[in-house]
């Protein structure tokens, strides 16, 4: 068994899902998953209390959240000396098209914070205009326009995230973790010993 830690920042709430989901797959494969909002955590937060990292931020305005970037930034030598994920969630990756625009993001995340993570992965967001205010609900019409294909384009809420990816994903994962840690999923032996 291994322990990992899922840190996430987000917006409306769809990163915060899928660091919930990730953790839901880890957990049945026999580790441990500590999921944690990059607003909540505390001083006392320390990464070598862990076994593996898995960082997820979503887009706003052609940005990750800056507590994610501040966070990675401060702790790129621990996160470089264990087996580390990153995990993007944006409107760009719903569409086939801007495939470009969303691994766009990720490279100067990379470049900003120095952090080169074991794996990387993309996904596709959702919209909630039940939820966003005026001036919000404008800009993400406009935001969509530009970004969807027009059978894409939503008339209300709606989420693009692929499931069975994230799932995929996850699993790649936990088994490159369990490669470099010696350790089999649901199973407390080290195979190696
Ligand atoms: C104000 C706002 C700005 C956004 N800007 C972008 C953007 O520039 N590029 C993009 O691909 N997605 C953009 N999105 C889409 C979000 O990445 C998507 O809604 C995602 O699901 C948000 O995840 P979260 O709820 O975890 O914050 C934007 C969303 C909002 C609400």
Known sequence: MSSFLILYGTGEGQTAKVAQRIAAT???RGHEATVID???RTDSLTLNEYDAVVVG???HVGKHQEAIREFVS???DALAGMPTAFFQVSLSSANE???EEAAGYVESFVAETGWHPDRIGQF???LRFSEYGFLKRLMMKQIAKDL????RQPKGDIEFTDWDTVDA????VAAFVEGRLGVAPNDTEDPTA
């Open 74 to 76: 401060e702790n790129r």
């Open 97 to 99: 098209e801007k495939q």
């Open 169 to 172: 994903f996850t699993a790649d």
């Open 57 to 59: 931020a979503s887009i």
């Open 26 to 28: 880890v957990s049945e």
């Open 124 to 126: 596709g967001g959702a």
């Open 148 to 151: 969807l294909t027009e059978e």
């Open 38 to 40: 990059v607003r909540d």
